[in-house]
C-alpha cells in the first residue's frame, strides 16, 4: 500500500501536466491566430490606402515600414517602458535554458498588436518568433499562476513556443521538435508527448480561426543520380548560414554600440527605405514571394526600381544571389531598428531564394533532372536547420508544408550537412551566436559555461514542495498513517498561518512505533524539534550553499513571505549539477 499514493500523486501530476499542455497549447494558437488577423486588418486597410490615395505607391510603399518600427518603439517605450522593446526570442530560449527569472507578463499579449502592425507594414520579418514567445510568456506565466516547480514550468514555456509555432504553420511535429532542439536540446522523449499535445492543440485552434498555409504539394520524387546535388545544396547552404549567423553578430553588435534606440530606428528606416525601393521582394515575410515562386508565378512578384529579368542567364542568377544576401541583412536591419519579428521566416525566404539560384545555375549548365519545387524545398531545409542548428525542424516542417515525404531522405541529406557545416564553423546557432558576441561577462553570466555561475539560481527554484506537513496537535496515529503512504523522512510542522514550527524526523519516533497505546496520546507537538535556519525563496544556491558549509546541516527549509515553502537538501543541489553538465552537447 505503500507504493500507492506516490503512484497516484505521479499520474495526477502527470494529468495535470497534460491539461495545460491543452489549454496552453489552444491559447498559444488563438494568439498567433490573433496576429495573423491583425495583420490582415491592417494588409487591407494599407493596400486600400495605396490604391485610393496614392498616385505614386512605387515611392509611398518603401516608407510604410518606418511606420510599423516606430510604432513599436514608441509602443514598447511608452506603454511597457522597455527601451528598446524586447522582441527577442532568446527571452524564451535563456529563461527555458537558465530558469533563474520569469518572463514578463507583457510578453503574453503584446506581441499581438506590435507584430502583427510592424509585419504587415512592410518590415523584413516573420512572425513566427513574436508567436513563440508569446506562447512561452502564456505557458511560464500560467505555470506560476499554479505554483508549479520550475522544470515543469520550463516544460510548459516550451509547450507554448511549440503550439505557437504549430500554430503559424499548421506543422505540430515541426514545432515540437523545434522546442526540443533550440529551447530544450537533450530531453528525453518522454518530453516529446506534451509537446506534441499541446502542438497538436495549437495547430487545430490556429487552423479553425482560417490560419493555415498552403504549399504545393510535390509531386516529383528523387533520382539516385541527383543526390550529389542535395549534398551540395546541404553544404551550400551551410556555408551561407555561418556568413547570416557571423552577420547577425556584426548587426548586434552595432546596436549595441549606437546604443540610442531612436537614432537606431531613424537609420534603420532609411536603409529599409533604399532596400524595398530597389527591390520590394525583399519586404514583409516573403512567404508569399516564395508560393509564387513555387507555383511558377513570377510575374506576381512586385516590381521596383529593380526587377527581376524575365529570361534565363547570368543577370537571372545575378538577381536572384543579391536577393539571397540581401534578405537577410534586411531583416536584421528590421529588428535591430526595432520592429517586432524574427529571423525564423526570413530564412526560409533565404533559403527558397537559395534554391532558385542553384536551379538557375543547373539550367545554365544544362543539367537536367532537378526541378524547381524540390530546389526550393532543399534550401528552404538547409538554411532553417543551418541557421538554427536544428535539423529535424528544417526537415519535418518543409515536410509538412509541402504535404508529402518523397523528398525526406534527400532532406535528410541536405538538413544534415548544412547542420554540421554551420556547427563545425560558427560558435552557436543564430540567437547563442548573438548572445555570446554581445554579453557582458561581469553583469550577465547567464552565457557563461561556468557550473558554478549558475549558483545565482533562487534556492526557491530546487526546493522540494511536494513535503506531507503536520500540525502540532495532529495525534501520533495521523503521523503514523502519514509515515506509511510517503518516503519521505523529514515532517515540518506548520501552525494555522503556514509558518514553520519545528521538524520530525524519522528517527526520533522510531522508539514508539510498536506501542499502539500511544498512539491517541501523544501529538506532534512530542516530537518535534527546532528546525534550521531558513532561507527565503530568492536566496541563491551561493548562499545555501555556505550554510550547507557551515552548519553542516543535511536541509534548509525555504519559505516564502514567511511561510513554509519546502525544503532544500545536498541532493537537489548535485542534482542541479548534474542537470548542467547534461546540457552539454555530445557532437
Not at 534606440?261 to 533604399?274: D, E, F, K, N, P
Request: proline share 5%.
Amino acid at each position: 500500500m505503500s507504493w500507492g499514493t506516490p503512484w497516484k500523486r505521479a499520474r495526477q501530476k502527470r494529468l495535470l501536466i497534460l491539461g495545460l499542455c491543452i489549454v496552453i497549447g489552444a491559447l498559444s494558437g488563438l494568439a498567433s491566430s490573433c496576429m495573423h488577423l491583425v495583420a490582415e486588418w491592417f494588409h487591407h486597410h494599407c493596400q486600400t490606402f495605396l490604391a485610393l490615395k496614392c498616385t505614386e505607391p512605387l515611392w509611398i510603399a518603401p516608407a510604410l515600414p518606418a511606420g510599423g518600427i516606430f510604432f513599436c518603439v514608441i509602443l514598447g517605450a511608452m506603454l511597457w517602458r522597455r527601451h528598446p522593446y524586447n522582441t527577442a526570442l532568446w527571452t524564451a530560449i535563456r529563461e527555458a535554458r537558465y530558469p533563474t527569472r520569469c518572463m514578463k507578463e507583457y510578453h503574453v499579449f503584446s506581441h499581438i498588436l506590435t507584430c502583427g502592425v510592424a509585419v504587415v507594414m512592410g518590415i523584413s520579418a516573420g512572425m513566427e518568433a513574436p508567436s513563440a514567445l508569446t506562447g512561452a510568456a502564456i505557458g511560464d506565466n500560467l505555470g506560476r499562476k499554479f505554483g508549479l516547480p520550475r522544470e515543469t514550468r520550463t516544460l510548459l514555456l516550451c509547450a507554448g513556443a511549440a503550439a505557437a509555432i504549430a500554430g503559424v504553420f499548421s506543422a505540430p511535429l515541426a514545432g515540437a521538435l523545434f522546442a526540443c532542439e533550440v529551447l530544450l536540446p537533450g530531453t528525453s522523449a518522454v518530453t516529446l508527448i506534451p509537446l506534441l499535445i499541446a502542438a497538436a492543440s495549437g495547430a487545430i485552434v490556429s487552423q479553425l480561426c482560417g490560419v493555415d498555409v498552403r504549399f504545393p504539394e510535390i509531386q516529383y520524387s528523387w533520382r539516385m543520380a541527383n543526390l550529389w546535388l542535395y549534398v551540395s545544396v546541404g553544404l551550400i547552404c551551410g556555408v551561407f548560414s555561418v556568413i547570416i549567423i557571423k552577420t547577425n553578430c556584426l548587426a548586434q553588435q552595432l546596436r549595441r554600440a549606437i546604443g540610442n534606440q531612436w537614432a537606431l530606428a531613424v537609420i534603420g528606416s532609411l536603409l529599409l527605405y533604399v532596400l524595398f525601393l530597389l527591390l520590394p521582394i525583399l519586404g514583409g515575410s516573403g512567404l508569399d514571394f516564395v508560393l509564387n515562386l513555387m507555383h511558377g508565378n513570377a510575374d506576381a512578384l512586385p516590381e521596383g526600381l529593380l526587377s527581376l529579368p524575365n529570361e534565363s542567364g547570368k543577370t537571372l542568377l545575378a538577381c536572384i544571389a543579391i536577393c539571397a544576401l540581401l534578405k537577410p541583412i534586411a531583416s536584421m536591419i528590421s529588428i535591430n531598428a526595432g520592429g517586432d519579428g524574427g529571423m525564423f521566416a526570413p530564412s526560409l525566404v533565404t533559403g527558397a531564394f537559395l534554391g532558385l539560384a542553384i536551379h538557375q545555375a543547373l539550367v545554365m549548365a544544362h543539367i537536367t533532372g532537378f526541378p524547381l519545387i524540390n530546389c526550393i524545398a532543399a534550401g528552404m531545409a538547409g538554411m532553417l536547420a543551418g541557421v538554427m542548428h536544428a535539423p529535424l525542424t528544417g526537415l519535418f516542417l518543409i515536410a509538412e508544408l509541402l504535404g508529402g515525404y518523397q523528398l525526406f531522405v534527400p532532406l535528410m541529406i541536405v538538413v544534415a550537412f548544412a547542420t554540421f557545416v554551420s556547427k563545425c564553423i560558427s560558435r552557436g546557432n543564430l540567437y547563442f551566436a548573438a548572445a555570446e558576441a554581445t554579453r557582458n561577462p561581469e553583469k550577465d553570466p547567464l552565457f557563461s559555461e561556468s557550473i558554478d555561475d549558475n549558483l545565482e539560481t533562487p534556492v526557491g527554484e530546487l526546493a522540494d514542495r511536494t513535503l506531507y506537513t503536520l500540525a502540532p496537535q495532529d495525534s501520533f496515529r495521523t503521523l503514523m498513517r502519514v509515515l506509511m503512504h510517503s518516503n519521505q523522512e523529514i515532517f515540518p510542522v506548520l501552525n494555522s498561518e503556514g509558518r514553520l514550527v519545528g521538524i520530525i524526523r524519522e528517527r526520533n519516533i522510531r522508539p514508539f512505533l510498536l506501542d499502539s497505546s500511544l498512539y491517541e496520546i501523544l501529538v506532534a507537538d512530542d516530537f518535534m524539534g527546532a528546525a534550521p535556519c531558513a532561507l527565503p525563496s530568492d536566496a541563491t544556491l551561493a548562499e545555501a550553499t555556505r550554510i550547507f558549509d557551515a552548519t553542516g546541516t543535511d536541509f534548509i527549509p525555504i519559505t516564502q513571505n514567511n511561510c513554509f515553502l519546502g525544503i532544500l537538501t545536498k541532493a537537489h543541489l548535485l542534482e542541479n549539477h548534474k542537470a548542467l553538465l547534461n546540457l552539454k552537447e555530445l557532437f
